[in-house]
């Protein structure tokens, strides 16, 4: 392993209380395989569903932070400020920043697959174990177009990636957009020529949902699929 000393995750989270706890406790989970602290600040963002109602559930490493900002790429600057300000006293060249979404559960290895990359930044893939709201034709066409090159990949997801601390703070973090948040964080890093590892192996699931949080965001872009097989929106199931 790296010289990485701590480790935080961040979890935006708008009106998540359903999903929650399978994010939480794969996210615990990758922390016990970790030989160093993790911290895991989940960004409750205009919540008025009780999500609060978790907080205290999962340990003290699990912190809770309310925002009303209504912007998923504000809820995870947020999430990372919070942390930097935790952890004043840490090295950030020998901090690991990683975030996921809150519908989405990490493998047990997530963590220790990232760190061990000794990379700037870490971009990893998603999977949906299981097809609830779109037909079959959707997900066999998804699954044809997703594709990945070798060991690599060229996608991006806020679900699934991770990144030194010093590096995210180098490039100015996150900037407060409604979506592509994640899109635009890797230009950043590929401008400032910091070292970027694509992992086709590093998978996150994630759900199929068809009314997402971010406009254009994942469900979204199940819902362009969607339209493509169909013509019409008939290809998400009621």
Not at 175 to 183: F, K, P, T
């Amino acid at each position: 392993m790296t010289d990485i000393a701590k480790a935080v995750v961040v979890v935006p989270a708008h009106n998540e209380n359903d999903h929650l706890p399978d994010c939480l406790r794969a996210l615990t989970t990758a922390a016990l395989c970790l030989p160093i602290g993790v911290t895991t600040v989940v960004v409750l963002d205009s919540c008025d569903d009780g999500s609060e109602a978790h907080a205290g559930a999962f340990g003290p490493d699990v912190h809770f932070v309310s925002v009303e900002a209504g912007n998923v790429g504000a809820a995870r600057a947020a999430g990372f400020e919070y942390a930097r300000t935790l952890h004043a006293d840490v090295d950030p060249a020998r901090t690991w920043y990683a975030t996921t979404d809150a519908d989405s559960a990490v493998d047990a290895d997530w963590l220790v697959r990232m760190i061990a990359a000794d990379a700037d930044m870490v971009l990893g893939v998603v999977r949906i174990p299981a097809w609830r709201n779109f037909s079959p034709a959707v997900a066999r066409r998804y699954l044809a177009g997703y594709r990945t090159h070798g060991t690599s990949h060229r996608h991006i997801h806020g679900a699934n990636m991770g990144f030194r601390a010093d590096a995210y703070w180098h490039v100015g973090g996150f900037r407060a957009l409604a979506s592509s948040e994640d899109v635009d964080l890797v230009r950043r890093f590929e401008a400032a020529a910091l070292s970027i590892h694509r992992d086709r192996g590093l998978s996150v699931a994630t759900s199929d949902r068809s009314e997402g949080r971010a406009p254009g965001g994942f469900a979204q872009h199940l819902r362009d699929i969607a339209q493509t097989v169909s013509g019409r929106s008939a290809e998400v199931i009621p």
